[in-house]
T-cell receptor, first 114, second 113 residues
Framework: EAQVTQNPRYLITVTGKKLTVTCSQN?????MSWYRQDPGLGLRQIYY???????DKGDVPEGYKVSRKEKRNFPLILESPSPNQTSLYFC?????????????FGNGTRLTVT | GIQVEQSPPDLILQEGANSTLRCNFS?????LQWFHQNPWGQLINLFY???GTKQNGRLSATTVATERYSLLYISSSQTTDSGVYFC???????????????FGTGTKLQVIP
């Protein structure tokens, strides 16, 4: 089954404790991206990757890191989480077909930083 | 950056009613998508529609790229249509140098029996 898998689904952590949220897709998609969703703000893009070893900042990259060492994986790293990073996070992937490349989303990771 | 506005922000419908959701964007875009976020938080792609009209069952969408808006039509609404509807626009660099996606803030739809 074609899917984007995020782990964990729920995570509670404390300020300053490094964490990684994993994202994996099995559709051989070139493009992967991370979003955070906050009430009243919709989804905002954190980072995206056009292909292996190619990443770039989205609209809200501060406090986050990413890496794309393999095509299928795109982990999101919070090196020193803070309470303002409490949010619902989504990973997504798509092909880079010019004419038809819908985004496929994972089921989300709800992060709470205390 | 590009601004994406959706209206209305909230909508309550009686089951069986029809509705139109609107998405306005402030600059030219390469693509536009509509998503439904169900009450469990899952984001489901409804339409990939950079221009023109598409239909899928009771749902249809129209994008008029030259006038910078898109419409999502829901006919004969059902309680399972409840949730939040987002539009998202995509901008790509001419040489493929970037591919940014911007979401609107959504329309929260509640369909009551």
């Amino acid at each position: 089954e074609a899917q984007v898998t995020q782990n964990p689904r729920y995570l509670i952590t404390v300020t300053g404790k490094k964490l990684t949220v994993t994202c994996s897709q099995n559709m051989n998609h070139e493009y992967m991206s991370w979003y955070r969703q906050d009430p009243g703000l919709g989804l905002r893009q954190i980072y995206y990757s056009m292909n292996v070893e190619v990443t770039d900042k989205g609209d809200v990259p501060e406090g986050y890191k990413v890496s794309r060492k393999e095509k299928r994986n795109f982990p999101l790293i919070l090196e020193s989480p803070s309470p303002n990073q409490t949010s619902l996070y989504f990973c997504a992937s798509s092909s880079r077909d010019t004419y038809n490349s819908p985004l496929h989303f994972g089921n989300g990771t709800r992060l709470t930083v205390t | 950056g590009i601004q994406v506005e959706q209206s209305p922000p909230d909508l309550i419908l009686q089951e069986g009613a029809n509705s139109t959701l609107r998405c306005n964007f402030s600059d030219s875009v390469n693509n536009l998508q509509w998503f439904h976020q169900n009450p469990w938080g899952q984001l489901i792609n409804l339409f990939y529609i950079p221009s023109g009209t598409k239909q899928n069952g009771r749902l249809s969408a129209t994008t008029v790229a030259t006038e910078r808006y898109s419409l999502l039509y829901i006919s004969s609404s059902q309680t399972t249509d409840s949730g939040v509807y987002f539009c998202a626009v995509e901008r790509r660099g001419n040489s493929g140098g970037y591919q940014k996606v911007t979401f609107g803030t959504g329309t929260k739809l509640q369909v009551i029996p």
